[in-house]
């Protein structure tokens, strides 16, 4: 392939496409952004999001607008009918882990738009009604064909990048298998204006014999968000109406609906795909996994997918580290997917499940189970862990190494906080960079010069101590904010590291005028 169009095409504009393309674009690397789709989406079933998504919004810049636009869930209500069970509070669950220590919810819709807004800001322009028609990878690079409004391109680019759906065209192009199943049950969403005894600053889940339904305000509109199983009597509808189920979701959730804003079914897959990678081309967020809604996983997911390429595709992009760093996205995501689909399926079960005993279980423990687990310092920290995915390791990657007090090679960075700021403040560089929580030895100091990496020096602290960071320990922090190494102040190992991977830091951002600056919809 003697020249490119673009670097990198990304196939799908949802949260996971949306953040790729913005971390690409922050870190200099020429995009084009396509989606069969008129316009963003105008519903939406997502709605937690996500500490550890939180986190990675920060490096980039759209945190604030992002926490602006959505809920700090104060509290979770669990009701079984006609009652309260459980009050399990959400405003500060995670103290101590993360600087987003609370449970957050935003529309889907409403944070597409918010990405949206940022992308275009940068320049890059979202090219609508585009479809993917083939691609074929040659010449070191990928030769894509695209239609809109029946007119074909063919342009050339590095990487294809398929965040496009459960129906993924360029997995199927691939060839990849998509194993797993279908459950059983429909699943509704609404968005509802009504009435009942909600939780204006929190989440409902409503518990019972029949499931689980989830209510939820949308900070916009001051509307209800109504997510919940669809009674088994018509599931098998051949089109289900809130008209035939609007009584049994005003009974099983306490919400009197005044006015039915929008209404949607769906059906939940579990699926993971064989591959994550081929060649030239990846595959993210629910194109390579879907799952079930449990605990809120799958919209953060792929964006955790999307934060973990976007990093290595411009490094190894821009000559700052080997060809064979792009093979740690399917090791590490792929890994982690497997395990996230076990332990939603299970939980999925739990709370949607039709046995007898399932149905008391909902309704008479498990939300007092749950309470009783949060109500403890131990079981909060680690109930948020596995919720707000800060707990999300790589530890058996070829890209971790080493282990210093309660932090292994592939931990997420622990965050410690220091006054008004904290040690996730640097992570905005998108850059590697060496972190020492203590005293540097000056030939240590002097051997991470010479290799051009950042390094940050922190004082020691009890907030350190906390977090299982050991004092005078040095740890190399990826640009994702996950450790590679732990170790002592030993340059050899972390010469060794560089050299394998060819790393090289990020020095002057390419010109603008390298960027899909101008690129829209023609």
């Known amino acids: 392939m003697s020249a490119l169009d673009t670097e990198v095409l990304i196939v799908g504009a949802g949260p996971t496409g949306l953040t790729l393309a913005l971390w690409l674009v922050r870190l200099g690397v020429d995009i084009r952004i396509i989606d069969k789709s008129a316009g963003p989406g105008e519903t939406s079933r997502a709605l937690a999001v996500q500490a550890r998504t939180l986190e990675f919004h920060r490096q980039i810049g759209v945190v604030d607008d992002v926490l602006e636009a959505g809920i700090h869930l104060e509290q979770l209500t669990a009701r079984t009918p006609r009652k309260v069970s459980a009050i399990i509070p959400l405003s500060r669950f995670g103290e101590g882990v993360s600087r987003y220590a609370y449970a957050f919810a ?17 320049g890059v322009h979202i090219e609508r009604q585009t479809e993917l028609v083939g691609f074929e990878e040659r010449d070191n690079g990928v030769s894509v064909t695209t239609s809109r409004k029946g007119v074909e391109k063919t342009f050339r680019t590095r990487y294809i990048c398929g965040c496009d759906g459960a129906r993924s065209t360029v997995r199927h192009a691939l060839g990849i298998g998509f194993p797993g199943g279908t459950y059983d049950q429909s699943f509704y969403v ?10 204006r600053n929190g989440m409902d889940v409503c518990l019972g014999s029949y499931g689980f339904a989830l209510v939820m305000p949308v900070r916009q509109t001051g509307s209800l968000r109504l997510i919940g199983v669809v009674p088994q009597a018509h599931e098998r509808d051949p089109v289900i109406t809130f008209e035939a189920i609007s009584s049994e979701i005003e009974r099983n959730t306490g919400v009197a609906v005044k006015a039915l804003n929008w209404f949607s079914t769906y ?10 990678r081929v060649g030239c081309a990846f595959l993210l967020g629910d194109a390579g996994h879907i799952h079930s809604p449990a605990g809120g996983q799958g919209m953060n997911t792929g964006i955790g997918d999307a934060v973990n390429l976007a990093w290595k595709l411009a490094a190894v992009l821009q000559g700052r580290a080997a060809a064979s760093l792009l093979d740690t996205y399917e090791t590490e995501r792929l890994t982690f997917a497997r395990v996230l689909i076990k332990s939603t399926d299970q939980a999925f079960k739990l709370v949607s499940g039709r046995s007898w005993l399932l149905g008391l279980w909902r309704r008479y423990a498990m939300a007092k189970v749950i309470s009783a687990i949060t109500r403890t310092k131990i079981g909060s920290r680690a109930f948020f ?12 990657s070829a890209l971790s190494s080493g282990r210093a007090g309660g932090v292994q090679g592939g931990d997420r960075l622990p965050w410690v906080p220091l006054g008004q700021s904290d040690n996730h403040a640097c992570l905005i560089a998108l850059d590697w960079q060496v972190h020492v ?11 991470i010069s ?18 299982g960071l050991v004092k005078n320990t040095a740890y190399l922090v990826r640009p994702d904010g996950h450790v590679a190494i732990a170790a002592g102040q030993d340059a050899a190992a972390f010469e060794r590291f560089i050299d394998t991977f060819a790393i090289k830091p990020r020095h002057i951002e390419r010109p603008a005028a390298l960027r899909s600056s101008t690129r829209t919809a023609v």
């Open 106 to 122: 935003l529309p889907q819709d409403i944070h597409e738009r918010v990405l949206i807004a940022h992308l275009e800001e940068a």
């Open 190 to 199: 609404a968005d509802v204006d009504g009435e009942g005894e909600v939780t």
């Open 267 to 276: 059906r939940v897959h579990h699926r993971v795909a064989d591959r994550f």
């Open 385 to 396: 862990a596995l919720i707000s995915q800060t707990g999300i390791h790589y530890r058996s």
């Open 437 to 447: 929580y203590g005293e540097v030895e000056s030939a240590f100091r002097a051997a």
């Open 450 to 467: 010479r290799l051009g990496i950042p390094l940050h020096r922190f004082d020691w602290s009890t907030a350190a101590a906390r977090a």
